[in-house]
């Protein structure tokens, strides 16, 4: 019978083998890649902000629409 090593998370972290390099990689663009989300989904918020100031029926239900929209991706983006 093999001697497993026992998983990580049972070992204190000063005894942890070291992240190798692609993990610290795909850590780097997980944190571009959520930043970029965050900041598209704000400034598509940004950008609907002149409809909500139009006195017309046709301009607050396109800004309605695009708000729940942006609402949907941030939740999808949170998911993820």
């Given at each position: 019978?093999?001697?497993?090593?026992?998983?990580?998370?049972?070992?204190p972290i000063s005894q942890r083998p070291p992240t190798s390099n692609?993990?610290?990689?795909?850590?780097?663009?997980?944190?571009?890649?959520?930043?970029?989300?965050?900041?598209?989904?704000?400034?598509?918020?940004?950008?609907?902000?002149?409809?909500?100031?139009?006195?017309?029926?046709?301009?607050?239900?396109?800004?309605?629409?695009?708000?729940?929209?942006?609402?949907g991706s941030f939740a999808c983006l949170l998911s993820a």
């Amino acid at each position: 019978m093999v001697n497993k090593p026992p998983p990580s998370y049972t070992l204190p972290i000063s005894q942890r083998p070291p992240t190798s390099n692609f993990q610290k990689l795909l850590g780097i663009c997980f944190i571009f890649l959520f930043d970029f989300g965050l900041l598209s989904v704000n400034a598509t918020q940004f950008l609907l902000l002149p409809l909500a100031w139009i006195p017309h029926p046709l301009a607050q239900r396109l800004y309605d629409s695009g708000i729940r929209y942006t609402k949907g991706s941030f939740a999808c983006l949170l998911s993820a």
